[in-house]
């Protein structure tokens, strides 16, 4: 008995997962990367961080830079949200040190 099969060819579909194109709407916020807070942007779309400030300075005297220390850096931004650089996930402020102890493995 023949029974004829339609020969599916399988079709390559490669489905890549893009988001949705759009502008990216940075927003300033704070970021916890390499055990620091840093000021930075996140795309409050898609989540992006970007212009990540590494160091953060103030103009000290004449020509020097003071570097603010983490609880500076947090109180100067005291109204920005806080994310994992990692893992995207917003952190509670208040929180914050016991994120990092457990996250540090302290
Ligand atoms: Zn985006």
Not at 48 to 53: G, L, P, Q, R, S
Not at 73 to 78: Q, S
Request: with cysteine; proline share 4%.
């Amino acid at each position: 008995m023949d029974i004829d099969i339609p020969q599916y060819k399988k079709k390559k579909s490669k489905k890549t997962i893009k988001k949705c194109k759009h502008k990216h709407k940075y927003l300033p916020c704070l970021i916890y990367k390499w055990k620091n807070i840093m000021k930075a942007e996140r795309c409050s779309i898609c989540g992006k961080i970007n212009n990540v400030h590494l160091f953060e300075t103030e103009p000290y005297k004449t020509h020097f830079n003071k570097m603010l220390s983490q609880p500076e850096v947090l109180e100067k931004y005291i109204d920005f949200t806080i994310y994992d650089n990692e893992t995207g996930n917003e952190i509670n402020r208040e929180l914050l040190d016991d994120y990092i102890n457990k996250k540090e493995g302290h």
